[in-house]
């Protein structure tokens, strides 16, 4: 598929079915899969053959599914997790073990900081958050002699910070470690970090690609660049034999192409099984199919609301990368030239008071938590997810009482302005 354009990729990528095969992917809604001999069996297991034998490791629907998202990406390898979490944590601590190091930049999920932060750290993981804005010294500086891997978001949620991917690719491979990217909010419609040297690409299909708040889901797609062989010492996972897989030694068997997914699949998803179940991926391939019509909706609406809010009296400030004159307009235009996503953060000037009044007079944009989805839906940090902060806490924490973030979904952007004119009013 892969001379196709992005647009027929996300339409018609990943599954290609036979003379009288299903034309939709089909639902493999089964844990277990059958062999004539145990030998053909045995086979399977010692990764001889590729097959299918116990749905916590694989499944084809997943598969399907995730070559699609590896085409997308322009990567030669990936796997469907089952949650976004999941594919932030398979992919980190796929390199990376007790005593290693993890450079990372500041501006991520809050889920992924407390990931590396906490949970990681009690796994003898440690992790230097870096802003994304550093310079190329300070960035060099943050790496240390354990470090394992590079991580950062191509536009951060919830900051709406732009990451200079370039930059930090540089870094990483400078350090000979890999470049590890979510790229959950622009989706490889809108920006594909592997063309500017990430190596590793993840997803929460959580939002964008799924489109629907219907399935939790995740993905990692590999670039196949990394040369893991040439950093053997760095990476013994991949590069020494596997005692608990007959002494396979994955960089050598699978190549560049497949030895990370490969070592995924049949390491942490073995033993962690965080497998996404073939219903979620056959709903996430729905979303999948009108991506590049979606997403092209998605940045119309978020910079339509966003040039609207800019101008209203009762708006300070509005973060989104697509209005020149936000710092990451450049990096986005290079980055992202098509636009990013839909999500728009911005302060109200009066505060908690102002954002309570506007929050409750919306009538399209529903309060959630959730964000990248069809239907519009709104935050206010301070009434909510930071509610036990004081004023100055919040300001420290980047999330000023006043701030709203809008995640615009599908809706005619008429109707959408039309709704927070109406609740901008009643402040
Ligand atoms: C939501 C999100 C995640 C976590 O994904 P889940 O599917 O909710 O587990 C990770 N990264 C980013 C950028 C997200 O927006």
Sequence with gaps: MSDYTINTKCVQSGYTPGNGDPRQIPIIQSTTFKYA?????????????????YSRLQNPTNDYVAAKIADLEGGTAAMLTGSGQAANFFALFNICECGSHIVSSSSI???????????????????????????????????????????GETIANPALTVLDIEKF??????HGVPLIVDNTFPTPVNCRPIQWGTDIVTHSTTKYMDGHGAAVGGAIVDSGKFDWMAHKEKFPGLCT???SYHGITYAEKFGKEGAFITKCTSQLMRDLGSVQSPQSAFILNLGLESLHVRMARHVE???AVAEFLQNHPKVSYVNYSGLPGNAYYEIAQKYMPNGGCGVVSFELKGGRQAAEIFMKNLKLAAIETHVADARTCCLNPATSTH????????????VPAGLVRMSCGLEDKKDLIADLTQALEAI
Excluded: W
């Excluded at 001999?37 to 034998?53: I, N, R, V």
């Design 387 to 398: 509610r036990q902060m004081n004023e100055e806490q919040l300001i420290a924490a980047g």
């Design 241 to 243: 034999p596997d005692e």
């Design 109 to 151: 999920y809050g889920g992924t900081y407390n990931l590396m932060s906490v949970t990681m750290a009690k796994m003898g993981i440690q992790v230097t958050f870096i802003s994304p804005d550093c310079t190329e010294e300070e960035l060099n500086a943050a790496f240390r002699e354990n470090t394992r891997a590079v991580f």
């Design 37 to 53: 001999t145990s030998e053909d069996m045995g086979k399977l297991f010692d990764l001889e053959a590729p097959g299918y034998f």
């Design 169 to 174: 690719a540089k870094a990483a491979h400078a």
């Design 301 to 303: 609406n978020g910079q």
